[in-house]
């Protein structure tokens, strides 16, 4: 099994920052992808950054220049640095890590946290 852990939620406020880690432990040959998405009240969740095993990461238009994704891959984990904080990044965010379990099969099994909060007040 493999289990996911994020920390470093909270309450911030607006222009403020927050740093998010995320920890993939377990039944883990190697690890393809890790993500962050988020959820706010009453939306579908989305992406907001990913990065590979080769460090290509993506953004959300909407974090571009203020967050930043980086991964430990020795340690299995990932950040989220997120500066300069809007009421609208207001949400419950999530890691995902895309999970290789064993040398024998090429399959990567998508593994979730339980999120984090994140509020920013204006």
């Known amino acids: 099994q493999v289990q996911v852990v994020e920390s470093g939620g909270g309450l911030v406020q607006a222009g403020g920052s927050l740093r998010l880690s995320c920890a993939a432990s377990g039944s883990i040959f190697s690890i393809n992808r890790m993500a962050w998405y988020r959820q706010a009240p009453g939306k579908q969740r989305e992406l907001v950054a990913s990065?590979?095993?080769?460090?290509?990461?993506n953004y959300a238009d909407s974090v571009k220049g203020r967050f930043t994704i980086s991964s430990n891959n020795a340690k299995n984990t990932v950040y989220l640095q997120m500066n300069s904080l809007k009421p609208e990044d207001t949400a419950v965010y999530y890691c995902n890590a895309m999970v290789r379990t064993t040398a024998s099969r090429t399959t990567s099994y998508s593994y979730w946290g339980q999120g984090t909060q994140v509020t920013v007040s204006s």
């Open positions: 990065v590979t095993s080769t460090d290509s990461t």
